[in-house]
């Protein structure tokens, strides 16, 4: 049992708050202090001091590419149209040579910057894969690298201009070894779940879409791609003729089981058809801003009922996975493509916002029965002085702010800003030393 104690503000959810003590048992919010203990809960008592501090969810990245943890600020690949940037990220890798270790290296910088910035589930859309290789050692790696941190990981078998049915016995073989017997994609302690995901109708067939949504349906997994992106929409045109949700509603791809990426170029008749086939969507301010890719229109995606998440991207277009830093940048601009947002809906957005787009009710609030999974701020030094409201003044105030805490599944993994299971020292340089290879 696991007691967070003295906390001056405590977020449930986007719209409710309380304060005191909170909780934890078995891996899962009890409530309050004095509520009963969860069945099967531990017999150890700790506590966790959050005086002067906030509380709030652990946040939910919902869209990343762990393996670009190992590939930012590359020459060529800032503020660049995506037909540029893709090829430069596409000779980096082939330099670098995918294989296993750089996934696991790649992946325990990028899971580890996220527990440090307050995020504790992280969802990986992994695109690239060498043209004769373990695609399984791979997706290991990637997943045992967070689990060793202590992070939740929902891993996307992605692809990008893959072969149609390499894509799918990879995706079969991922699903036999990671989650051998399980439908619906989750593993039973919740730390793992897998799903499947084109990159795009821009790099992917009509039929990698089909045979990746058979082995979705066959085993109850999520499905996720990217969509109206610049060269999206331009492939899409000059290929089909049609805009890109017009061929994934043929192709089968507008469902409540899926999630579309960054949608920075919708139409009102298009937000219209993806809140009429339950689709949820996910913001990545971090990435197609800078880039100049575009920005979604969120509040009118979220005024249609379309759960919208958010999510960093990779670091080959967005260099830092600070979510919450994400999470300013979106409610800043959301002014300029429509209504502004509120810091509420837009923490809302990083918490069970993302877990939506997962199927995940259990992650992205602090209600009894909830993912014990949280993040203690600080909200007592100069950065937070005058703050009316520090909820709120999680996002307005001090950018670039991380947790002092971050607890999952009731285990604290970050403690006074520091990993609890590997130094971070480390890390970087094992991914350095893959990198000079």
């Not at 009509?206 to 949504?213: A, H, I, K, V």
């Not at 971050?406 to 970087?428: F, K, P, S, T």
Request: proline share 5%; net charge negative.
């Amino acid at each position: 049992m696991l007691t967070i104690t003295g906390a001056t503000r405590i977020l449930i959810d986007e719209t409710t708050e309380t304060e005191g003590d909170l909780v934890l048992d078995g891996g899962l919010v009890v409530g309050p202090a004095g509520a009963a203990a969860a069945p099967g809960g531990t017999q150890e008592s700790e506590t966790l001091d959050a005086s002067g501090c906030v509380v709030t969810p652990g946040l939910v990245n919902a869209h990343h590419h762990l393996l670009q943890s190992a590939f930012r600020t590359l020459p060529g690949t800032r503020g660049v149209p995506m037909a540029e940037w893709l090829p430069t990220m596409a000779a980096a890798y082939a330099r670098a040579g995918i294989d296993a270790s750089l996934a696991h290296a790649s992946a325990s910088v990028g899971v580890a910057e996220g527990l440090l910035s307050g995020v504790t589930t992280v969802a990986d859309h992994h695109l690239n894969w060498p043209n004769a290789g373990d695609t399984v050692a791979i997706a290991r790696a990637t997943t045992d690298a967070a689990r060793a941190l202590g992070g939740r990981i929902a891993f996307v078998r992605g692809s990008a201009r893959d072969d149609p049915q390499e894509a799918a016995a990879s995706a079969e073989a991922i699903i036999a070894a990671l989650l051998p017997g399980v439908t619906g994609g989750v593993s039973a302690d919740g730390m793992l779940q897998l799903a499947v995901g084109p990159a795009g109708v821009h790099s992917d067939s009509r039929e990698t879409f089909e045979l990746l949504g058979e082995v979705a349906a066959r085993h109850g997994l999520r499905r996720r791609t990217q969509a109206n992106e610049q060269v999206d929409v331009v492939i899409a045109l000059d290929r089909y003729g049609k805009r890109p949700l017009d061929l994934l509603e043929e192709w089968g791809w507008l469902a409540p089981d899926v999630t579309i990426a960054h949608l920075v170029a919708v139409t009102d008749d298009e937000i219209s058809r993806l809140a009429t086939a339950g689709v949820t969507a996910t913001h990545a301010p971090g990435c197609d801003l800078p880039m100049g890719w575009g920005i979604a229109p969120v509040a009118a995606l979220r005024a249609a009922g379309i759960p919208v998440g958010l999510g960093t991207s990779g670091g080959g277009s967005n260099d830092a996975g600070h979510l919450l830093a994400d999470a300013r940048l979106a409610m800043q601009v959301a002014p300029l493509v429509g209504p502004a947002l509120t810091a509420r809906e837009v923490l809302g957005m990083s918490m069970a916002g993302s877990a939506a787009g997962l199927g995940r009710p259990e992650l992205g609030h602090l209600r009894a029965g909830a993912a014990a999974d949280l993040c203690v701020w600080d909200v007592s030094g100069v950065a937070d002085a005058g703050v009316a409201d520090p909820i709120a003044g999680l996002l307005w105030a001090s950018p670039g702010r991380r947790p002092k805490h971050v607890v999952v599944a009731g285990r604290v993994v970050v403690r006074d800003y520091a990993l609890v299971n590997a130094d971070e020292r480390e890390l970087v340089a094992t991914l350095g030393e893959r990198l000079t290879k």
